[in-house]
Nanobody
Framework: QVQLVESGGGLVQAGESLRLSCAAS????????MGWYRQAPGRERVMVAT???????HYVDSIKGRFTISRDNAKNTVYLQMNSLEPEDTAVYFC?????????WGQGTQVTVSS
């Protein structure tokens, strides 16, 4: 298992950008996949972006072209660059990591986008 700590959330206006970071407690080189989910008030947690160990990326349709996920194995960190933010992006963003059959989660970081 790996401990994950998210940072970079905050309050921004529509059209602005944020970069979320997810710092792992140990090497992420063996993590099969890492990524981000988000959960808006009153809604289920949904996948936003995933990056595999090989570097393949997958995005939910609603954020394609606006968000970019990346990973830096040397820094044990995964990033989510979020551009052109919309009020609908308001949610708590959770980082996750899959190693074998174990999925680890961070505690989340709040992103609020005002119109």
């Amino acid at each position: 298992q790996v401990q994950l700590v998210e940072s970079g959330g905050g309050l921004v206006q529509a059209g602005e950008s944020l970069r979320l970071s997810c710092a792992a407690s140990r090497s992420i080189a063996d993590c099969n996949a890492m990524g981000w989910y988000r959960q808006a008030p009153g809604r289920e947690r949904v996948m936003v972006a995933t990056i595999t160990r090989g570097g393949s990326t997958h995005y939910v349709d609603s954020i394609k072209g606006r968000f970019t996920i990346s990973r830096d194995n040397a820094k044990n960190t995964v990033y989510l660059q979020m551009n052109s933010l919309e009020p609908e992006d308001t949610a708590v963003y959770f980082c996750y990591a899959v190693t074998g059959i174990i999925t680890s989660w961070g505690q989340g970081t709040q992103v609020t986008v005002s119109s």
